[in-house]
């Protein structure tokens, strides 16, 4: 496929609200869209499930982030709500390297504002969020559904939509070739729990760096990252001793 870009990566993470202005359309028509999606796009979840258990999260993740980056600068976003999402988005990165890294990401969607340019598209990421959270915290098999809506809201919200779709489209197809779901909706049972501790850590720059997959850079990414935001004083994060309590396999924030 002919790239837009020498660097397609680079050019979604620069769409801000202050390189590209708000100019889609908002309304609570439109935010029904994006809050209700179950079965509605069956071609898109079927791709999704391809893609494997740690690598859905960071594939929700690298979503967010797109979504809050399009959306900051604006005069809307207090300090406060950007330190909050920015702990959000690390503590999903870390999640996909290992989910146990993470408590729930709770977010009290009654009390915030759904309204506006700005306020709902981060009222559906951050609920997203937390529905994600919810499912890798219960070890749930059905982690995909709750990629499907922020997958959504990330190529509306794009000013770019021809770079978006390119980029989404590599990158699922790549997703599922390094890191493939493991597991069949359509003919395994899904009851009970998934062990994902096998799986291999899965970090950022496989979603926005266009260098091959290697398992070692992998690893060394997965270790700078972890360093990084261990004592940034994210309250989404747990502690080493809390991570060993609930049987994390090895020594936390290393690997």
Same mark, same amino acid.
């Not at 590599?170 to 049972?189: Q, T």
């Given at each position: ?8 990566? @680079? +050019?979604?993470?620069?769409? @801000? %609200? ?27 979840? @079927? ?8 690598? %859905? ?31 959000? =988005? ?17 977010? @009290? ?12 598209? =981060?009222?559906?990421?951050?609920? +997203? ?10 070890? %749930? ?12 809201? %990330? ?34 049972? =899904? ?65």
């Amino acid at each position: 496929m002919e790239r837009l870009s020498d660097n397609i990566e @680079n +050019d979604l993470l620069n769409l @801000n %609200s202050i390189s590209h202005p708000i100019d889609y359309k908002w309304s609570d028509k439109i935010l029904g869209k994006f809050a209700n999606t179950t079965d509605k796009h069956p071609r898109l979840e @079927n791709a999704l499930c391809k893609i494997g258990y740690k690598a %859905s999260i960071g594939l929700g993740a690298s979503m967010s982030e797109l979504i809050f980056r399009r959306l900051n600068g604006s005069q809307e976003l207090t300090d406060e709500m950007i330190q909050d999402i920015k702990y959000r =988005l690390d503590a999903m990165w870390i999640s996909s390297i290992d989910p146990l890294y993470v408590y729930l990401l709770r977010y @009290n969607s009654r009390k915030e504002s759904s309204e506006g340019e700005i306020h709902g598209p =981060l009222w559906i990421m951050l609920s +997203d969020i937390e529905l994600l959270s919810f499912k890798f915290n219960e070890k %749930s098999y059905y982690i995909h559904e709750h990629i499907v809506g922020i997958s959504l809201l %990330s190529e509306y919200l794009s000013p770019q939509k021809k770079i978006f779709r390119e980029w989404f489209t590599n990158i699922l197809k790549k997703a599922s070739e390094v890191y493939p779901c493991s597991y069949d909706y359509d003919n395994d049972d =899904l009851d009970g729990k998934y062990d994902y501790s096998n799986e291999p850590p899965v970090f950022r720059e496989f979603f926005f760096g266009s260098e091959p997959y290697d398992e070692e850079v992998a690893k060394q990414k997965a270790r700078e990252f972890m360093q990084s935001v261990k004592d940034s004083g994210n309250p989404y994060l747990r502690s080493p001793e809390e991570m060993i309590e609930l049987g994390f396999k090895g020594t936390p924030y290393t690997i």
